[in-house]
């Protein structure tokens, strides 16, 4: 009987759920992300792609797409990890920690925010072009202190949408799925798979241009009512900056998003910078851009507050038990 199988029977899901979240984050720190040609979230957008055009009815077909899909992809990954489990615990493990993988991302985010800082202070039209991979935006006509502000402004907007938000949907439903008698990994699996999917939708389609994108918006607001929050709180901690939300709270009103507000805020406040979206809103308005060492320590701050994220996620898991 090997040590993990033995940790399994004392203690339940919470051990084999635990080395699923080890195994992610070991991933994470050796690979970061598999190239476009084969990641699934990458495969997903090919999926999504063809909803981007003109519909007659294209709430109907925005709301048919935003309940079906995810909750395919979610169902596809929690029967697989069930099958993979059902012939072995550790492959199972195995195959619930890729699954939680390939729905996160905080190293890839890291360097290339890191990437596009350093750019500012060497190359700016490099920099403006490197923005592009991060930050939906025009970055032709900003200065360095704005194409380093839309760096750490997605880099903490990031850690709830990439990194978070699937660690919570996978600890979360565990947790449900236990108490309701069902099987705590598969299930918890699918709903990391079911949370990436539904923000992949609106990063695609979730524009005021795009009709057909409004549910799944609709639908990605409340997913990540949470995680904007708790990543907010955990930036508060990564930066020891408890003051820094309460700050974040007093500009929330200037960010059309009800939720990318708060990691950006606390974000804002913790550094002592503004960040600002030029026509669309300003975090800290009193404050200077950042420099290119506040902008470094910013993206090594949301890189802590995601390794905490990992920590609390493996205690979160033990609770299945």
């Given at each position: 009987m090997t040590a993990l199988r033995a940790l399994e029977i004392l203690t339940g899901e919470g051990a084999a759920a635990l080395a699923a979240v080890a195994v992610a984050a070991a991933l994470e720190l050796t690979i970061g992300e598999p190239t476009n040609r084969f990641h699934p979230i990458a495969w997903l957008g090919r999926v999504v792609a063809p909803l981007d055009r003109e519909w007659d009815r294209p709430l109907l077909v925005g709301t048919v797409s935003a309940v079906a899909l995810p909750l395919a992809v979610g169902s596809f990954v929690g029967i697989s990890v069930a099958v993979v489990a059902s012939v072995s615990i550790i492959a199972g493990v195995a195959a619930a920690g890729l699954a939680l993988f390939l729905t996160t991302s905080l190293r890839e985010l890291l360097a290339a925010a890191n990437g596009v800082v350093d750019d500012t202070e060497n190359d700016l039209p490099a920099a403006r072009e490197g923005l592009l991979a991060l930050a939906g935006r025009d970055a032709s006509a900003l200065s360095a202190g704005q194409v380093r502000s839309a760096a750490v402004e997605s880099a903490a907007e990031n850690l709830a949408d990439g990194l978070v938000a699937s660690l919570g949907a996978f600890v979360l439903a565990g947790l449900l799925a236990g108490g309701l008698?069902?099987?705590?990994?598969?299930?918890?699996?699918?709903?990391?798979?079911?949370?990436?999917?539904?923000?992949?939708?609106?990063?695609m389609l979730g524009y005021r241009s795009k009709r057909v994108g409004t549910p799944a918006a609709r639908l990605d607001d409340a997913a990540m009512w949470l995680?904007?929050?708790?990543?907010?709180?955990?930036?508060?901690?990564?930066?020891?900056?408890?003051?820094?939300?309460?700050?974040a709270r007093e500009w929330l009103d200037a960010v059309p998003s009800p939720n990318s507000g708060w990691p950006m805020g606390t974000t804002a406040?913790?550094?002592?910078?503004?960040?600002e979206k030029p026509g669309a809103y300003v975090l800290n308005p009193a404050a200077d851009l950042p420099s290119g060492a506040a902008a470094r320590r910013g993206v090594a701050r949301v890189g802590v507050a995601g390794l905490l994220a990992y920590l609390l996620a493996g205690a979160g898991v033990l609770a299945w038990s």
């Open positions: 008698g069902l099987p705590a990994l598969p299930v918890a699996a699918g709903a990391a798979a079911w949370v990436k999917t539904v923000n992949t939708m609106d990063s995680p904007a929050r708790a990543s907010a709180v955990l930036l508060a901690v990564a930066f020891a900056s408890p003051r820094s939300l309460a700050l406040a913790a550094l002592g910078v503004r960040l």
